[in-house]
C-alpha cells in the first residue's frame, strides 16, 4: 500500500485530538503536527501517537499553519484533518483504494459539518445526537511531492494549487464527521471573532475575490447588522460578475443578498435576487419559500401558493 502522512494543524485540542488520531492510526504511516501554542496537554496526546511535533509561532493565516506540516511529509500521499474531525471506520477501506488506485492527484472528502441537538440518524454512529448537518466538499487527500499547497488565509484549500499545476481532482462519497459544535460557547465566540479578523486580512490580500465579502456579510446577517451585510452581498456580487472561477456559494450570494433585503422590508430588491438563486440552483428549497414569502406579500396568493 502507498505510504499515508496525516498533516494536522492544532492549538489546544486535547478534547478531541484522541478521537481523531484513533479514527484513523489503522492506515496512517506517520503523523505530522503544526502546533501553534496549545497551553493544554495537545502535545501530550499526540506524542503517545508518536507524532512528530513542529512548534509553528501563529501568524493569523490557516494557510501558512497547513504548508508547514506538508514540508515534513515524507508519505507518498497526504491526509488532511482537524482536531475535532474523525472517519469512520467503514470509510478508512475506501481512503485505501483510492491511494492504490491512483486515479487523481487529490480526492474531495465531503466534511459534514454537525449541528444542533437533536435526533438525525443516518447509517453513521457519528451522526447521531444532532440535528443535521451541511456538507462541504473539499481536497483532504492528495498526493504529496507534486508541489501542491493551501492558499487563503482563513478557509484554506489546496484545490487551486492542484488545478495550477493541471492536476486531476475527483469528488468522493467518503464522510469527514466534523464535531465543531460540540466546543463550548467560549471557544465558539473566540473562533468566531479570530475568523471576523482573519476574513477582513483576506480582503486586503485578495481585494477582488467576492468570497470573503460574502463571509463577512454572513457575520453581520447572524448579527443583525442589515445595512452593513447588505453593502457585503452587494460587493460579492459585483466582483463574482468578473470573478472567472464558479464558487460553491455562487446561488447562497443571490439568497442571502435576498434575504437581507426581505429582513429590511424591501421585497421589490429581494425579488430578483431570489430568482437568481433558483436560476442558479433549481433545487434552492430556502428560495422558493421566501420568493413565496415575497408574493404573500404582495397579495399575489396563488403564485405565492
Known sequence: MPTLSLCMITKNEEAFLEGCLNSVKSIIDEIIIADTGSTDNTKEVAKRFNAKIIDFKWGYDFSDARNESLKHAIGEWILVLDADEVIAENDLAKIIKLIENKDAAGYKLIQRNYYGKGDFKDDYKESQGFSGYTPSPLVRLFQNNKGYFFTNVIH?????????????????????????????????EQREKMY??????????????????????????????????????????????????????????????????????????????????????????????????????????????
Open 156 to 188: 484554506e484549500v489546496v484545490e487551486d494549487s492542484i488545478r495550477e499545476k493541471n492536476g486531476k481532482i475527483k469528488l468522493t462519497d467518503i464522510p469527514i464527521h466534523h464535531f465543531s459544535a460540540l466546543k463550548s460557547e467560549k471557544v465558539q
Open 196 to 305: 471576523f479578523e482573519m476574513k477582513k486580512k483576506q480582503i486586503e490580500l485578495t481585494p477582488n475575490n467576492p468570497k470573503p465579502y460574502y463571509e463577512i456579510g454572513r457575520i453581520y446577517k447572524y448579527k443583525k447588522d442589515t445595512i452593513k451585510a447588505i453593502q457585503h452581498f452587494e460587493q460579492a456580487i459585483r466582483l463574482l460578475k468578473n470573478y472567472k472561477e464558479r464558487l460553491a456559494i455562487h446561488d447562497f450570494i443571490y439568497f442571502d443578498l435576498g434575504e437581507a433585503y426581505i429582513d429590511a422590508k424591501e421585497f421589490e430588491k429581494a425579488k430578483p435576487l431570489i430568482e437568481e438563486a433558483i436560476r442558479l440552483n433549481p433545487k434552492h428549497r430556502l428560495a422558493y419559500f421566501y420568493l413565496g414569502l415575497i408574493y404573500d406579500e404582495k397579495n399575489d396568493f396563488e403564485k405565492a401558493r
